[in-house]
């Protein structure tokens, strides 16, 4: 009878949510946190995973362009985590949503195939920083994969810089890139569009 009850409920947990998705939060964080010393904000951070068939297309080749996007969420998580930076907003009251990415896809993730997502910090605004995330195959250390992604910080009243200087006293903001300049001036141009519609 318990064992048809646990088996009901799970069923209905993975029915209604994501169970997956959630356990894979709690298994980086738990591994981050349990084998891996805090890191400072510009040092690089690595996640490992695997193409499986879970996360393929329609012709079960290589990884769906959603699944990039979601693997995201678990390396900004563990960026978060052991950067403090998440710690650091929350004790302000604050957060972090993703607020836009960039993805260039170079070429695909195959199933089955092991890869490794890194992320650093690589600029920073009042209310945005910055990071970019490469996948690299694991079999032959080609980047698969570049995202540029915009954290929004939420609920803050202090610029992101004071965040950044409390973590590191020290931290100069580096050099905006071309490419990364560019990308801002395409948001706030689609941002200004929509503001007049709106």
């Known amino acids: 009878m318990v064992c048809a009850c ?47 068939t879970q996360d393929v297309d329609l012709f079960l080749k290589h990884m769906n362009n959603a699944r990039y996007l979601r693997e995201l969420d678990f390396a900004r998580f563990h960026y978060y985590d052991l950067s403090g930076i998440y710690a650091a907003a929350a004790k302000r009251g604050g957060g972090a949503v ?23 910090l690589i600029y920073w605004e009042d209310k945005h920083f910055y990071l970019e995330h490469e996948f690299i195959s694991l079999t032959d250390n080609f980047v698969r994969a570049v995202v540029l992604s915009r954290q929004t910080v939420t609920n803050l009243k202090t610029p992101v810089s004071e965040l950044i200087a409390e973590l590191e006293p020290n931290a100069q903001r580096p050099a905006l890139t071309k490419e990364l300049e560019l990308w801002i001036a395409s948001m706030e141009k689609s941002s200004q569009r929509y503001k007049k519609h709106n």
């Open 98 to 120: 993703q607020g836009a990415s960039l993805t260039r896809y170079r070429r695909p993730v195959p199933i089955f195939t092991p890869y490794k997502i890194t992320t650093k």
């Open 6 to 52: 646990l088996v009901t409920v799970l069923l209905v947990l993975y029915i209604l949510f994501d169970v997956n998705y959630f356990l894979r939060i709690l298994f980086t964080l738990g591994l981050g946190r349990l084998l891996q010393k805090r890191k400072k904000i510009f040092d690089t951070t690595v996640i490992y995973g695997i193409c499986t």
